[in-house]
């Protein structure tokens, strides 16, 4: 069974930074495409970052050059090293695991996604 679990959010400010982690259980990294998806209030879910079947990496452009997907495999965790955080990045962050191909990404959103409880991120101005 593919378990997902989040922590790292909370309240900071504009221009601080914040780390999310996600630890996955068993062999998740190899069968399953892994990124980060988030949702704001009254707004659909976001693809934020995402590692390809590739092994690329590939980022919304509301966050490239700001936001870094990273991945322990030893350790089954991944990453978002979130900085220079904004306002608009106000949002429930979900780690998601799809094991389809969507244009080299999971197909998050999907009836085999797997997702985290979520960790809510909140940044005041």
């Known amino acids: 069974q593919v378990e997902l679990v989040e922590s790292g959010g909370g309240l900071v400010q504009a221009g601080d930074s914040l780390r999310l982690s996600c630890t996955v259980s068993?062999?998740?990294?190899?069968?399953?495409?892994l990124g980060w998806i988030r949702q704001a209030p009254g707004k659909d879910r976001e693809f934020v970052a995402g590692f390809k079947w590739n092994g690329r990496r590939g980022y919304a452009d509301s966050v490239k050059g700001r936001f870094t997907i990273s991945r322990d495999n030893a350790k089954n965790t991944m990453y978002l090293q979130m900085n220079s955080l904004k306002p608009e990045d106000t949002a429930v962050y979900y780690c998601?695991?799809?094991?389809?191909?969507?244009?080299?990404?999971?197909?998050?959103?999907?009836?085999?996604?797997?997702w985290g409880q979520g960790t809510q991120v909140t940044v005041s101005s």
């Open positions: 068993g062999d998740t990294f190899s069968r399953y495409a």
């Open positions: 998601a695991a799809d094991p389809h191909d969507c244009s080299g990404y999971g197909c998050y959103g999907s009836d085999q996604t797997k």
